[in-house]
């Protein structure tokens, strides 16, 4: 670039880039304009307000100013407020003396987008904005005036919500932090601006490239310099400008920062490093549900980055933790692992999301005719009612051609009666890594199961680079408005307005946005296909599809041209479309945090917005493949189990269960959303008999006397767990002796008694015998209050009946049924006609076939002999 040409913040760029202080920059511009060679000049001769005594004599060429670059690297730490002080405090021998104070935001100073070799450099009209000190700001600190003022011009929004003031402010205090806030409240804002704050460079450790490419673009757009490192990017000199200072915040993978750790030390000495924030921290944990390993060493940022370590820091260089989901072991687990400070500040905002209407449905999820039952809504919506009949008449003459066990009707609300298969009432694999019912069904009549399949069918994610794709998320509308209605008080405090929710739940849900979250890649196919074919503009999206194809699908979902994207998890993270209308989950998640961030995605806008979950509830769901510890798997299915009761409650509101799940107290009781809370839970049942009976079978089956007061616990009974491992119930084996002595419970079938057992489990009453982690109780043994309530004889028992548990009793069946009763032999009534039927069978087959003469060699052939012989 010639150099007479060059804006003001390229200048600065330059000087900064060569080595100069920032003071002496910002003066010299003052003074002489955006010229780099006057300005190189102004600095060189000393003009400067302090001098600062290193910059050498005034004959120092540029180029022989070596010895100039390194003292002026070498700036003292200073405190932020003093930072700011400094930055704020008139110039009394500046001819501004009585002139409205100037301030240089650093995103001014320092403009240059480093996304790759062809991103433009944006354009600032004004590198120097006057920032007034009236009288109303006397009181106020001068930190959160700068803030104000920055907030509104790169981001267009008129105020900090409460948790973003808080975290600015532990920062300030140069206290580490732990930020804790919904999806989509804003969290990025507390580590972008420090950055813009002070001028000092701020690090952010974001585990996804797509998600950084897309923050850099989003801050290029606000005027704030930024850049990323790591493989995505295709400029190698960005690092090195980066280490040189040249950008306001690098956005950089937990493997490349710990590369850079000598490099970033260099870096806190010459520009400063005001701040390192762990974007998406609950990858630290283990116990969370998006575990990366190399999150977990980046505890080396507290020690490298402290004032033991760096001799020229006054304080440690604080460290910024954020996420949306994390439960509080999971938490505790991140406060630990990244060694953070002992009093650093928990900042938790309410996971509450008034405007998300959460539902669950019962779907079998895995055939065309699902489709069509799920979809049909959908279809509705997009298509409108004259395109539909269209649509329907297509989909009613795809399902004649469908083969039979595709054109059943396969679902049904969560409260409406469904045909249940034995099968799928018994199945739950006993494997350690198992694989969800839709994979398994959906593969089960083209290819052989295994899991190499299923590792190729799921998208699991390990690397930074695995969704290396350019989200292109852009808040083209006035953002700043949409959420400044609803947060100018609290962002999602909405809490004592539940006739303006009400109100929500009549409007209609207007067409919009809509991402569909299945399982596996294969079925983000096949429910693409099947809504395009129906007029939707749908588009597959999962990680195996080719980069183009995929940054396509970003693009035009971002540009409301697609209206429904049909994803596995791999469209994930930061997302940040405004006006996604509905997130359906189309399968059982693997964990409640999965499920909360990808819902979360809804509704950005403050709008209503749906989400609903879709699955078999007939159907224990099972972990998709990974590579996991045994303690990770244990942990895995625990957090599995968590999501099943999540979608099997049928009596508790759904925001609230989920907003408990993350430790947080729900105190406004009711959501007004959600499914439950339309439409009530259901009646309660005194089931006190069938506990006592079903009790009373776990007890025997434990090898334990009706009354007997025992401990269950192990521990007090050394050397016996073994024999008592053998002795312990199969559920189904349990269930089968109950349907067998009691034949009054014979219309309750398996589905209702492991309802039954679940609510049992929860409330503390039985615990599962075996130490391997289930997602439904396997071997269950009755706890000490289990036994108590055996004790307690004649109270009633009100229990508010499960999914499965209202599933099972809209499809009551007589006992006699062949399907009813899975294979019935277990049942000595149905045995028994069985078998006469079979020898009357017997009897009357021989006259009907060819008679064979038996063989006398074998025991079969005498016998038969032998019968024919009695005739
Ligand atoms: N103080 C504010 N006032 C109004 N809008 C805000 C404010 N702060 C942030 N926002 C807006 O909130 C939206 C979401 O921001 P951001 O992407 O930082 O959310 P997030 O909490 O990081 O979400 P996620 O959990 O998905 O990563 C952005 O569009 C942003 O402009
Ligand atoms: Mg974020």
Known sequence: MERGKMTSDQVVAELIGMGFEFDDVKEAIKAVGPSLDDAVEFILNGCCRKSRNVLGSSTSSLGGSTSSKKSAGKMRQLSIIEHLQCGRKPNKSSKFTNEPHLVMPSSERLLGTALGSKESLPETSNAIIPCYKDEDDIGRSDWEMEVKHILKKHFGHS?????????LAAWIAHKDSLVLAATGSGKSLCFQIPALLTGKVVVVISPLISLMHDQCLMLAKHGVSACFLGSGQIDKSVEEKAMNGIYGIIYVCPETVLRLIRSLQRLAESRGIALFAIDEVHCVSKWGHDFRPDYRRLSILRESFSTENLKFLKFDIPLMALTATATIRVRDDILKSLCMSMDSKIIVTSFFRPNLRFSVKHSRTSSLSSYEKDFHELIEIFTRKKKFGKAHQLMSKNLEHAPDNMSRTATCDMF???????????????SEVGMSNECRSASSKDKKLSVEYLEDECDVFQDTDDLDVSCGEFSGQSTAKILNESDSTDAYDLQSRSEERLKLQLGPLEEGPTIIYVPTRKETLSVAKFLSRFGVKSAAY??????AHLRQVHKEFHDNILQVVVATIAFGMGINKLNVRRIIHYGWPQSLEAYYQEAGR?????????????????RIPTLLPSQRSEEQTKQAYKMLSDC?????????????????????????KKCFLCDICTKGPPEAHNLKKEVTILMQAIMSHNGQNR?????????????????????????????????????EFISCDFLWWRGLARVLEDKGFIKDGDDKAHVQIKFPEPTESGLQLLRSENRPFYVYPEADMMLSMRNRKPYSSFAEWGKGWADPEIRRQRLERKRERSWKRPKERKMVKPDMKTVRGRL?????KRR
């Open 864 to 868: 038969v002999a032998k019968i024919l």
């Open 644 to 668: 099943f009761r999540y979608g099997m409650r049928a009596s508790s509101c759904r925001a609230k269960m989920l907003v408990e799940y993350f430790g947080q107290e729900f105190v406004q």
């Open 159 to 167: 105020f900090l919500k409460p948790f973003q003031k808080e975290a």
């Open 602 to 618: 809804a509704g950005r806008d403050g709008k209503l917005a749906d989400c609903v979950l879709y699955a078999n509830l007939t």
């Open 707 to 743: 009354f007997q007061d025992v401990s269950y616990n192990d521990a007090i009974e050394p050397g016996v767990s073994c024999r008592r491992f053998v002795e312990k119930s199969n559920f189904k084996r349990l269930i089968s002796t109950i349907r067998e002595q009691h034949h």
């Open 416 to 430: 409406e009666p469904d045909t249940i298969d034995d099968d799928d009432a018994f199945s739950e694999s006993d």
């Open 542 to 547: 999962n990680a195996k599809l080719p980069k």
